[in-house]
């Protein structure tokens, strides 16, 4: 008799060892008592095509990529769906049977799920989005922002070039401001997100002013280490609604979790204990 193999996924990165996925799907995979397994791989840069092809092989349905392979997979993978593309990144690997390696980016689904479910008013068509940074974590979001409907993005980032870049590949739905400025463009915005390191733990604070944050604003950090950042905290003391980024990790992960193990998870209080453990 044949016996199915377990299925297995993970994350891959270097350094990987600080990745709370494995956390998480291992919570996903006792809830339902589904089989699999889910470990962190980390890979020296030389090997990475090298294991990526070889995963197919071992039992791997899939993987996450982290920093610093998220745009490097992409040279590696055989089809890479318009999102990804799009953003320039991958941070989803789907393992074919015939070892095939098809690459997919989640994250800009995350960030908008994250929104819709912990602040269900928010709307995106009501004006304009301030945006922090102008790395690959605001590609995917300014990305899905277009796409929901926001009529304009304002971005500012302390590299002012990589901003014009920005505006150049999505185009003048995006207006760039002088980091100096960056105060400025939360005035009469109704959603906020600081995309950048700044405010996480170990890293300088975000010290741009925000007494002009409109009451009722929608303000996101992708930090979530400290989980409620300085900005969250300005923000929530102004009237604003404050979402932290862990609940953008955790909704990254649903739709590689039901490609790789064939059930879709649900991102609930248990989903977020499990993962703050």
């Not at 494995?22 to 008592?33: A, D, E, N, V």
């Not at 980390?42 to 791997?60: I, N, T, Y």
């Not at 997979?73 to 320039?88: F, Y």
């Not at 479910?117 to 102008?134: I, L, R």
Request: charged share 20%.
């Amino acid at each position: 008799m044949t016996m199915t193999r377990i299925p297995l996924a993970g994350v891959i990165g270097a350094p990987v060892a600080h990745s709370r996925s494995p956390r998480l799907f291992q919570h996903w995979l006792r809830k339902y008592g589904m089989p699999g397994h889910y470990i962190p791989i980390e890979v020296p840069a030389d090997r990475l095509a090298e294991a990526l092809k070889l995963m197919p092989h071992l039992g791997f349905v899939g993987a996450n990529v982290t920093i610093p392979y998220k745009e490097r997979v992409m040279d590696i993978a055989d089809q890479i769906s318009d999102r990804a593309t799009l953003i320039g990144a991958a941070n989803t690997l789907i393992f074919r049977s015939d070892g095939r390696i098809h690459a997919d980016n989640t994250d800009g689904y995350g960030f908008i799920e994250n929104l819709r479910q912990s602040a269900p008013d928010w709307s995106p068509k009501a004006g304009p989005a301030a945006v922090f940074g102008a790395g690959g974590a605001a590609r995917a979001v300014i990305a899905s922002l277009l796409d929901v409907g926001v009529p304009e993005i304002r971005l500012s980032n302390r590299t002012r070039v990589r901003a014009d870049k920005l505006k150049s590949d999505f185009g003048n739905r995006v207006q760039v401001f002088d980091w100096v400025q960056a105060g400025n463009i939360v005035e009469d915005a109704p959603t906020v997100v600081n995309t950048t390191s700044l405010g996480m733990t170990g890293k300088p604070e975000l010290r741009v002013p925000l007494d002009g944050l409109q009451r009722g604003a929608l303000v996101t950090d992708l930090v979530y280490s400290p989980l409620q950042t300085r900005l969250l905290r300005e923000a929530e003391a102004q009237g604003c609604v404050a979402v932290d980024g862990l609940g953008m990790l955790l909704h990254q992960a649903v739709p590689g979790f039901e490609r790789w193990f064939g059930m879709r998870p649900e991102v609930d209080e248990s989903t977020r204990a499990a993962v703050l453990r």
